[in-house]
């Protein structure tokens, strides 16, 4: 019986020292790449270097002296201009650039927040109401999602001019707040998100259509009113070729017409403003991210779970 407890004893710290190092192992083991991983790994760095290069250089490029872009030596670290530049952009012809950044935050801020709001309106009715020519209505929208925006801007023009809205705020302005597309997706958003258990019960209190809508499905649609109102404002925002046939006054011009203006006047004013251009198309980029890295955390689903009971 001796014997064997010392057995057991010596043969314990053997026992006890062997697990750790079996799950030391796997944490020593290294990955191993097949052919098609390193493949996939390989086509996603290509892609990425592809999308980001061009931004890459444009800040670069925004920051160098026009000599540096003009000679092509953008990406390295010397030649730097920043101060100059900055200057240079913002004083250009009496400050214009501000103007052109403020009208496309009004152009892209009204149109987006008033014409997501009417989208979302819009597609609540179709996806809840019953009425005559619902599906009609309906098929002309997806109809307009097919027609593309440069095809009607000719027709929007002359409708314009019958009523003098050329060459003003509205003529932008109105246009901007259709969204075709964004009537469909709030019809999609609005099946999903807002029960009809939860308006029945609304009516069954006494609520009244509006207030339901204000009170009740518009907070559960917050996820759908901000997916809309991202698109609707990444669009305006770039928007160019309906700027350039309603507005001839350089001071209610958007910054991507601007921008196009300054690049345009490269061969009057000669090759010192090439760093301008990329400066501010380079500004003209950051009311995007701010927007969208603000607003991301209101895309989360499920804004309705357990109001259903």
């Not at 750790?20 to 790994?41: C, E, F, L, Q, Y």
């Not at 002296?65 to 012809?93: C, E, I, Y």
């Not at 925002?237 to 690049?263: C, H, K």
């Amino acid at each position: 019986m001796a014997t064997d407890l010392n057995a057991i004893v010596a043969a314990a710290p053997a026992a006890t020292a062997a697990p750790s190092t079996h799950t030391a192992g796997p944490g020593r083991r290294h990955r191993r790449w097949s052919p098609s991983s390193m493949t996939v790994n390989l086509l996603l760095l290509i892609t990425a270097c592809y999308t980001f290069f061009p931004l890459v250089w444009t800040v670069f490029a925004a920051l160098k002296s026009a000599g540096a872009v003009q000679t092509g030596d953008v990406l390295s670290l010397r030649h730097f201009n920043v101060v100059a530049n900055v200057r240079l952009l913002w004083t250009f012809q009496g400050g214009v650039y501000e103007r052109w950044f403020l009208n496309s935050i009004l152009y892209a801020g009204v149109g987006a927040g008033l014409g997501a709001l009417i989208c979302v309106a819009a597609g609540y009715a179709f996806d809840k109401y019953d009425f005559r020519g619902k599906d009609q209505l309906f098929g002309l929208v997806l109809l307009g999602v097919l027609v593309p925006a440069a095809a009607t801007t000719l027709p929007l023009y002359l409708l314009a001019s019958k009523v003098g809205l050329v060459n003003t705020y509205w003529a932008v302005l109105i246009p901007s707040l259709v969204n075709p597309f964004g009537v469909y997706l709030a019809r999609v958003f609005s099946a999903g998100y807002v029960p009809n258990e939860v308006l029945e019960a609304a009516r069954a209190d006494g609520a009244g259509e509006l207030r339901m809508f204000l009170r009740l499905s518009l907070p559960m649609l917050r996820s759908g009113y901000t997916t809309i109102l991202l698109f609707h404002f990444s669009t305006i925002w770039n928007g160019f070729f309906l700027a350039l046939v309603m507005l001839t006054d350089q001071r209610l011009f958007p910054v991507s017409l601007g921008i196009y203006e300054l690049n345009s006047s490269l061969s009057s004013e000669g090759p010192a403003l090439l760093p301008v251009v990329m400066l501010g198309s380079l500004i003209s980029i950051l009311p995007l991210l701010v927007i969208f890295i603000s607003l991301q955390r209101f895309w989360k689903a499920g804004l309705t779970a357990g109001s259903v009971k």
